[in-house]
């Protein structure tokens, strides 16, 4: 029996981004992060999404900057995180000396001014550079933004703000080697966000990991090539 899985979605999102992989794992628990999905901010994000998870060890699910939290989980709270799957996620969001794998500055802060002045073309703008090196037709891509974006519960401004001091701060890099829980680590080979060098660091970093990538892919594999991905997934965690 495989163990219970968990999702975490990334920065500015919500656990309905994962509208393709309910059906296929229905037993699983679909998180939304402090300050997203209608859910209140809070100012501890890793406990708060750790007091979430199942009683017993389980596999985290973790997107970008989800899958940032579901490292930090496992070290800070190794009992609980039997497994980790890291999508399209990195050990450091940003660039600085010694890490060229990084969000380039110019980029984050666009983010950043975005959401104070413009919060909803600001997500809005970012949700089509995740898909930025997909081949996918204008009118697919449309389908998916109606389908993967909860726009009744859009993310606070608060959790946006925080979300992104998150991935300016942490810095994992130094811990990867202290995680010993096994990882598959899936990414786009044309991520847009996170490059997928930064993907290739941290498989290659990590005690225990596989590597799966997506040709001709962005930033969401789980949406663009939701089959392939679904299927890597489901083989991967049955073998836990």
């Not at 010993?180 to 044309?190: C, D, I, R």
Request: a neutral charge.
């Amino acid at each position: 029996m495989s163990l219970p899985m968990v999702f975490l979605h990334g920065w500015g999102q919500s656990r309905q981004i994962w509208q393709k992989q309910q059906g296929i794992f229905p037993d699983a628990t679909f998180l939304n992060l402090p300050g997203h999905g209608g859910r209140e901010d809070a100012s501890d994000w890793i406990t708060s999404i750790a007091e979430q998870l199942p009683e017993s060890p389980c596999t985290v699910i973790g997107w970008s900057l989800g899958g940032m939290l579901a490292m930090k989980i496992a070290l800070k709270q190794p009992e609980k995180v039997a497994a980790l799957v890291l999508v399209s996620t990195t050990p450091s969001f940003c660039s600085k000396e010694g890490w060229k794998h990084g969000c380039s500055d110019e980029l984050f802060q666009a983010f950043r001014s975005g959401i104070e002045t413009n919060p909803a073309k600001t997500m809005s703008r970012f949700f089509a550079l995740m898909f930025q090196g997909d081949d996918i037709a204008r009118q697919a891509y449309n389908g998916i933004a109606r389908m993967a974006v909860d726009r009744a519960n859009p993310p606070s401004e608060a959790g946006l703000r925080r979300g992104l001091e998150q991935l300016q701060k942490y810095d994992l890099r130094h811990q990867l080697g202290q995680i010993q829980q096994p990882a598959l680590v899936m990414h786009g080979e044309k991520d847009a966000i996170i490059p997928v060098s930064a993907g290739r660091y941290l498989a290659e970093s990590l005690a225990d990991s596989h590597w799966h990538s997506f040709s001709h892919c962005g930033h969401a594999p789980f949406l663009s090539h939701s089959t392939v991905f679904n299927e890597a997934l489901e083989a991967w965690c049955h073998k836990r």
